[in-house]
Nanobody, 125 residues
Framework: QVQLVESGGGVAQPGGSLRLSCTTS????????TSWARQALGKRLEWVFS????????DAADSVKGRFTISRDIANNTVYRQMNNLKPEDTALYHC??????????????????WGQGTQVTVSS
């Protein structure tokens, strides 16, 4: 059974930082790419960041480029996302997802068929 569990969310001030984790199980982590998406209250799910299966390549939405980074710990089946210089518009429920096919990666959310429940990030002064 595929599982993805996000953690690390919380409240941060504008300009602050948070580190999110996505711990996975039930599949061969090193064979599948992962993505992060977020959903603000009343808005649609928005793609944020993707990384290929070994973390050697990443792709980020323009809204977070230069502020968010992603890394993968293959030994612990975990994806980390460091968020710096947070802005109020980053407030959302953040989810991590697993690509439907091994060895492929993309920024299209339709390519990701397993998602975690999410962790809430609130940026407010």
């Amino acid at each position: 059974q595929v599982q993805l569990v996000e953690s690390g969310g919380g409240v941060a001030q504008p300009g602050g930082s948070l580190r999110l984790s996505c711990t996975t199980s039930g599949f061969t982590f090193s064979s599948y790419s992962t993505s992060w998406a977020r959903q603000a209250l009343g808005k649609r799910l928005e793609w944020v960041f993707s990384t290929n299966r070994d973390g050697s390549a990443t792709d980020a939405a323009d809204s977070v480029k230069g502020r968010f980074t992603i890394s993968r710990d293959i030994a612990n089946n975990t994806v980390y996302r460091q968020m710096n210089n947070l802005k109020p518009e980053d407030t959302a429920l953040y989810h991590c997802g697993k690509h439907r096919s091994p060895y492929w990666w993309s920024r299209d959310l339709r390519d990701y068929n397993d998602w975690g429940q999410g962790t809430q990030v609130t940026v407010s002064s």
